[in-house]
């Protein structure tokens, strides 16, 4: 087992679980901190694809192709539903609704590129529904309308990890820098100056380098180095996590309902995880990138 990457991956579920901290302590409306993280990420993002490949990297904008355009549009589409619901209903909700990506991935690409899911996947995208279900209609913590805005990031998550998974080849962090770009500019007009202060502006600029940069580069060197199960379980605990440090600093405790909820959906991505890491891997699986808003 790589240390160095497991302590990669850690350090981007560590950054990606920030999200719901960054959501509450920043007492601004939701096009405005759209604009300024998203900024702030699009920045970090350009930085980070000179980083790894030099002035050459931005070549990769010219190689997007409608592939390319599309997997933009639908990142975008799905960073502005993320932070909308953050804003709108629960963190625990958001993360645990967040965790059936990969079933819908699964559905998806079983419609569009006719992908078969294994019988092992359809029970548990079965069980993470029931989980969905029990945790969002019994619950009560949660708004629908931030509910049904985590159902639409989870769409978009799932679509941009089919079209990856079709065009591998496509240049995916030109396309995410992209998505990171015009999705904070269509909030333009609807941002608001009031309450910019620097604390808050250092908040936002956190919350695009912290929860979108530097998680998205930790988990791009992690996942080359370790398998991909280890990478899977390493991911899952992004869901326990992201409501875990909202308990503990803003008191958004959950209810028996959505606790019991979430752990159906965990206990369905645990055992998927764990059944399909013993299945001997296809030979040269395609690439993705991770599914993750923003």
């Not at 993002?45 to 592939?67: I, Q």
């Not at 990890?161 to 007009?189: D, K």
């Not at 988990?219 to 440090?245: C, D, K, N, Q």
Request: net charge positive.
């Amino acid at each position: 087992m790589d240390r160095g990457a497991l302590i990669l991956l850690f350090g981007a579920t560590l950054a990606w679980s920030t999200s719901g901290l960054f959501a509450r302590a920043i007492p601004l409306d939701t096009p405005t901190v759209i604009l300024w993280r998203g900024l702030f990420g699009a920045a970090g993002l350009v930085a980070t694809l000179y980083w790894m490949k030099g002035s050459a990297g931005f070549a990769d904008f010219t190689r997007l192709g409608r592939a390319g355009w599309l997997y933009a549009l639908m990142s975008g589409i799905g960073m502005l539903f993320f932070v909308g619901a953050l804003k709108a209903t629960t963190i625990a909700n958001v993360a645990i609704i967040y965790a059936t990506v990969p079933f819908a991935a699964a559905a998806l690409g079983w419609l569009v590129l006719r992908e078969v899911p294994s019988r092992v996947a359809m029970l548990a995208s079965g069980l993470a529904l029931l989980g969905a279900v029990i945790m969002v209609g019994l619950g009560g913590d949660g708004r629908w309308q931030g509910d049904l805005m985590a159902v639409g990031m989870v769409l978009a998550m799932a679509g941009i990890i089919v079209i990856a998974r079709a065009r591998p080849e496509m240049p995916a962090l030109a396309a995410g820098t992209i998505s990171a770009i015009w999705a904070p500019l269509a909030c333009l007009p609807f941002a608001m100056m009031v309450g910019i202060t620097p604390g808050n502006v250092a908040l936002m600029a956190a919350f695009g380098l912290v929860n979108s940069t530097l998680g998205f580069a930790l988990f791009v060197y992690g996942s080359r180095r370790a398998a991909p199960v280890v990478t899977g379980l390493m991911g899952a605990l992004e869901t326990p996590l992201t409501p875990l440090w909202v308990w503990l600093i803003f008191a958004e405790t959950p209810s028996a309902a959505t606790l019991a909820g979430g752990a159906v959906v965990m206990l369905a991505v645990g055992w998927f995880i764990v059944v399909e890491s013993r299945r001997p891997a296809p030979p040269n699986p395609p690439p993705h990138p991770p599914a993750h808003p923003g």
